[in-house]
Each structure stands twice: as structure tokens, then as C-alpha cells.
């Protein structure tokens, strides 16, 4: 990163973005009457922690990320929200943003409706109004591990209604509505968050927040303007295409690495450079800068192999494969 990108970012970090949540917070939250009640610090908080991942820019803003998540670790379940199923909005957003962090957090920090059957049937009754509340369910189960039967059983729930929901081509949602809502909870179930690219999920996340979200007056539990920050999207913007540029210009050098060492010119060898680059970018893009050589040597490392293969398929005499193989040996 230059210089010159490096004082942008540091500059929207420290100048603009953090300063303007802050100051959100000081006019609606602590002078002003909101209004829309009842309003929840907290959730505002958690969800400004939420726009900047899902955005990409979280590693801009780790140290304060750090302290609200601190707060919320070891504060959040004394603090409740008197609508019910604002509270099951904010935790189960608590939990996937926790765990996202390395945090230990118990299933139970937001499968407690599990247990309250009117609750459950409210939802079952309404899943179309509530959209929004069984989307958060639904992502924050995607961080569960095996034996976790809980965190199944709410998935399980939170995915039949959502699509049961979808089903009725009509979401209603009481709480936040994007106007391309529908598009958004069948994307997020279309595949499994864990085989999805955080790179492409940043991209979809910045097209779907460049329309903002309806807010449904004072019904709704909390409103959360700063999410539409417009110096936050060009941000997301300038910081996915600054991302891009890195992995275009990784993947111009890997492209010609082949051609330089002649390896392109065998004849026989398949033309996979692009695949193996970007299984290599797939695998190791959350640390960008840092990991750039990495993916190049993984990238290369897997050309090589796959040169070996179609060698050893394809155009070896048996004494050239013996040699081979005798050249390469696995220690056990």
C-alpha cells in the first residue's frame, strides 16, 4: 500500500467515519429525544461492528471494534431490551459477531427462544414480518461446532421460515427492510456461508447498501443511520478495488511466470495458471498485503505439481517416472 492510500484510509479511519459514529451516538443517543424509541446503544454498536465486516473494513478499525466487543463480552446479558424479539435480533448479532472474533461465546446467549414456545409460535405465525430477526439467527449458526445441537435446531427453524417466507413473494419485515430484501436471504442460503469468498461477499454486501434500507417509523426498535454513512461506502468502495488491483496484479506476474521458465512451451502441460492462482487467493485473502507472497508461492507450487502429473501421465518414459518418483519422497 502507498503512502498516499495509506493516509486515505488513516484518514477516513481517524477524520471522518469513527468520528461521525461517535457523534451519532452523542446527538440521538444522549442529548436529543429519539425518535423512534426505544433505542439501544448497544445494538447500534454491535450492527456498526456488523456494517464494517460484512463491508470489508474491519481490519481499519480493529481497536475500536476491540473495545465495543469487550464491552459487549462481558456486559451485554445484563443489558436487555424490553421487545423481545429486538433482544433475539441483537443477540443472536452479538453471538456471530463474537465468535467471528475468537471469542467464546455458549449457544445459549441467543438460543434461549428455543425454550419459550409463544415466543416460537409468534415467530411461526409472522415469519413474514420478522425476516430480518430469523436472517440474524440463521448467519449467526453458521459458526457452530459439532455437538452444538442447539445452535441446529435454530438454524434448522430460522432456514424453514425464511423459506417459507420467500415462498409468499411478500416480506413485510416490522424491524429493517432492504428494498432487494428478498434477493439478499436468497443469496445468504444459496450456499453455505463457509464456501463463500469474503472478497465476493464484500462486493455484494457494497451493491446491496448503496440502496438504503426503509425504515418503518416508530414501529421499528432502533434506527441505525450511520450504516449509510456515504464516506463508509466510498470507503468499501475504494478499499474492494484497491484489494482487486492487488490480486489483478498477482495474477498478471503468475500468469507469466510459466511462459519465462518455459513451462508453457512443453506441450503437454494443462493451462490451469488461473485455477491454481485462485485457489491460493481463496484460501489466504484475510490478511491481503501480508499473505501476497504466499499466494504466489502456493500458486506456483501448484503449477509445478500439476506439470509433474501431466509428466507423469501423460509424456514420461517408464525410466524417467521411476526417476521421478524416486526423486520425491514423503517422510512419514
Not at 446467549?109 to 430477526?133: A, G, R
Amino acid at each position: 500500500m502507498t503512502f498516499c492510500q495509506c493516509s486515505c484510509i488513516y484518514g477516513y479511519r481517524k477524520g471522518i467515519v469513527w468520528p461521525t459514529f461517535n457523534l451519532f451516538f452523542k446527538d440521538v443517543l444522549l442529548e436529543h429525544v429519539p425518535s423512534v424509541y426505544p433505542m439501544d446503544e448497544e445494538l447500534v454498536k454491535l450492527s456498526m461492528v456488523n456494517q464494517l465486516q460484512i463491508l470489508g473494513l474491519a481490519q481499519h478499525f480493529v481497536e475500536e471494534i476491540d473495545q465495543i466487543l469487550s464491552v459487549e463480552l462481558h456486559e451485554g446479558e445484563t443489558r436487555q431490551i424490553n421487545f423481545v424479539l429486538a433482544q433475539l435480533y441483537k443477540d443472536s448479532l452479538a453471538f456471530r459477531i463474537l465468535r467471528m472474533h475468537g471469542h467464546s461465546v455458549s449457544p445459549w446467549s441467543f438460543c434461549w427462544f428455543l425454550h419459550h414456545d409463544d415466543i416460537m409460535d409468534h415467530i411461526q405465525n409472522n415469519c413474514q414480518h420478522l425476516s430480518s430477526v430469523l436472517l440474524n439467527v440463521y448467519r449467526a449458526t453458521d459458526l457452530l461446532f459439532p455437538g452444538e445441537y442447539k445452535l441446529e435446531e435454530a438454524r434448522s427453524f430460522s432456514r424453514n421460515l425464511l423459506e417459507k417466507s420467500i415462498s409468499l413473494r411478500h416480506l413485510d419485515d416490522n424491524l429493517v427492510v432492504f428494498p432487494n430484501f428478498h434477493r439478499m436471504i436468497e443469496q445468504e442460503m444459496s450456499l453455505p456461508w463457509i464456501a463463500r469468498l469474503d472478497h465476493l461477499d464484500h462486493r455484494k454486501w457494497i451493491e446491496v447498501n448503496e440502496i438504503n434500507t426503509l425504515w418503518m417509523g416508530k414501529a421499528s426498535f432502533c434506527r441505525l443511520s450511520c450504516l449509510h454513512e456515504d464516506d463508509l461506502m466510498r470507503l468499501a468502495m475504494e478499499n474492494y478495488n484497491f484489494r482487486q488491483s492487488i490480486y489483478n496484479k498477482e495474477l498478471v506476474e503468475i500468469t507469466r511466470w510459466p511462459k519465462d521458465w518455459g513451462l508453457s512451451k512443453m506441450g503437454f502441460v494443462r493451462e490451469n495458471t488461473t485455477y491454481c492462482y485462485f485457489a491460493s487467493a481463496a484460501a489466504s485473502s484475510s490478511q491481503l498485503l501480508y499473505d501476497s507472497e504466499v499466494r504466489l508461492v502456493v500458486a506456483k507450487g501448484a503449477i509445478l505439481i500439476t506439470v509433474a502429473d501431466d509428466f507423469f501421465d501423460m509424456n514420461g518414459s517408464v525410466d524417467e517416472l521411476e526417476t521421478l518418483t524416486q526423486a520425491v519422497r514423503w517422510k512419514s
